[in-house]
Each structure stands twice: as C-alpha cells, then as structure tokens.
C-alpha cells in the first residue's frame, strides 16, 4: 500500500541550527514529492517539490530537499532555522497515476528556541 | 499566485443539522478539486474528489450520503456535512488544481473548522 512516514513527531531546534526533518515514502514507482507547511489554523504552502531531474531541490525559505530514491527518502532541510520557522511540516505523495491526489505524512511539529 | 478560498472560515452548529462549506478558486478554473479533513494534530485525510460537472469519487470509508459534493463549476465546489454530529467536528481544507495531474500545481483554501455540539 502506498504511504508516506515522518518518523519525528515534534522536534525541536534552536534558533539559528541546522534542521533536518526526515520522510521516507513506500510506492511501486518514484511518485511526485513535495513538502508543505502548515501554521496553526491555517492552510497549507507548498515549500518545494520533486517531479524529475536533480535529486537536490531548492524551495521557498530557504528550505532544499534532497529525493534519494535508493532509499526511499525525502528529507526536508535548512542550514539555519528562524523562528518563524516553528510550523507544521508535512511531507506529501502524488502516485503519478492517481489524478493528482495526495497522500500526506503525519507531520512533524517543529519548535524552535530562542 | 492562485488563490482559492473556503467559506466559512468557522462554524458551530447543533447536532442534527446540516451545514455546507465553499471552496472556490478565485482567479483560475479548476477542474479537480479535493476535500480533506484533519483532526487535531494530526495529518490531512482525502476525503474525495470532485471533478466539474461529474459525481465525486470518495475514499475508502468516507460516507457519500453524509458528506455531499458538489462541483457545478469550475470555480465552485461544495461539501455539505449532513446530519453532522460531534464526531464530524474537525479541521476541513479544500484543494483545487487546473487540470487534476500529479504535476500540476494544487492550491490549498485556509480550512473550516467545523464545530458540532
């Protein structure tokens, strides 16, 4: 069955670190990744995604994304996190065959300390 | 960049009654719409999706006669919460896209948070 796991429920980071939030992903063929942020009580923005071509992705905010298909990874990154930073990050699927769909991950609360 | 908008933006309602909620895309038409619902601090669940001028095609174990879809044009789709009860009471949040592919850009409304007492 196809899914999509965050294995990091709620991290936290200070402000000014490195983060790296983790997504691994099951489904017979590379799907369409992306990653979106949610603050609370508020839709979803799309930070950045991967269709094809360079495996190392660059997004709004300074975030980049690297696919690493030998491992079925998709890990969300960011040299120096703000505070403004402190969301909800979901990692997301589209099955290229699947009218555009998309199956989330369960999200990762990210906190950040001054 | 596109817009899409939801209608309420929240709602509290009595248990029995019904309510419905708007998603409209604002400057751009879109044929394939998606509905979701997240419960707190959880992640986002598809619910169904709606094609313009066709039926809603819904997940696995979501109750098409409870949730109503409606997408009579390509900027309007609408989900009516029938008989809601204080189980139905969540975070709902729309999606549209132009054209209903994987590659396509989908365009997320802010939610209604459904409260049903």
Not at chain 1, 56 to 79: D, H, T, W, Y
Not at chain 2, 12 to 24: L, N
Not at chain 2, 98 to 116: E, H, I, K, N
Request: a neutral charge; hydrophobic letters at 35%; one cysteine or more.
């Amino acid at each position: 069955a196809q899914s999509v796991t965050q294995p990091d429920i709620h991290i936290t980071v200070s402000e000014g670190a490195s983060l790296e939030l983790r997504c691994n992903y099951s489904y017979g063929a590379t799907p369409y990744l992306f990653w979106y942020v949610q603050s609370p009580g508020q839709g979803l923005q799309l930070l950045l995604k991967y269709f094809s071509g360079d495996t190392l992705v660059q997004g709004i905010k300074g975030f980049e994304a690297e696919f690493k298909r030998s491992q079925s990874s998709f890990n969300l990154r960011k040299p120096s996190v703000h505070w403004s930073d402190a969301a909800e990050y979901f990692c997301a699927v589209a099955p290229p065959d699947q009218g555009g769909k998309l199956i989330f991950g369960q999200g990762t609360e990210l906190s950040v300390k001054p | 960049g596109a817009v899409v908008s939801q209608h309420p933006s929240r709602v509290i309602c009595k248990s029995g009654t019904s309510v419905k909620i708007e998603c409209r895309s604002l400057d751009f038409q879109a044929t394939t719409m998606f509905w979701y619902r997240q419960f707190p601090k959880q992640s986002l669940m598809l619910m169904a999706t709606s094609n313009e001028g066709s039926k809603a095609t819904y997940e696995q174990g979501v109750e098409k006669d409870k949730f109503l879809i409606n997408h009579a044009s390509l900027t309007l789709s609408t989900l009516t919460v029938t008989s809601a009860h204080p189980e139905d009471s969540s975070f709902y949040i729309c999606s549209a896209t132009s054209r209903g592919r994987a590659t396509d850009m989908q365009y997320f409304g802010p939610g209604t948070r459904l409260t049903v007492l």
